[in-house]
């Protein structure tokens, strides 16, 4: 069975730090690309980063560009998402999603879901709240 569980979110100040960690089992890691993203309630999902099986390409939102990288560890099974500099917009619930091809992972994060294909599995989400 394959899992993908995120951890790590809670709630911090404006300008503050948070590390994600995508923890996933029942495949392997290193034969998928990972996407991060993101939704708020009333709002359709926003991509926020991709990164390749070996992690030699990474995709950023203009949004979060120079203030969130994405990093992975295969033989952890682990994906992380480390993000400072956080501002109140990025207030979300986030969620890691698995792909065999990071194209695809690229174009559904810049492009959005385009009702013929998506990411192959899902985690949960975790909460992730900045507010003063």
């Known amino acids: 069975q394959v899992q993908l569980v995120e951890s790590g979110g809670g709630s911090v100040q404006p300008g503050g730090s948070l590390r994600l960690s995508c923890a996933a089992s029942?495949?392997?890691?290193?034969?998928?690309?990972i996407g991060w993203f993101r939704q708020v309630p009333g709002k359709e999902r926003e991509g926020v980063s991709c990164i390749s099986r070996r992690g030699e390409n990474t995709n950023y939102a203009d949004s979060v560009k120079g203030r969130f990288t994405i990093s992975r560890d295969n033989a952890k099974n682990t994906v992380f998402l480390e993000m400072s500099s956080l501002k109140a917009e990025d207030t979300a619930v986030y969620y890691c999603?698995?792909?065999?091809?990071?194209?695809?992972?690229?174009?559904?994060?810049?492009?959005?879901?385009?009702?013929?294909?998506?990411?192959?599995?899902w985690g949960k989400g975790t909460q992730v709240t900045v507010s003063s």
């Open positions: 029942g495949l392997t890691l290193d034969y998928y690309a």
């Open positions: 999603a698995a792909i065999r091809v990071f194209r695809l992972c690229v174009s559904l994060s810049t492009e959005g879901y385009n009702g013929r294909y998506d990411m192959d599995y």
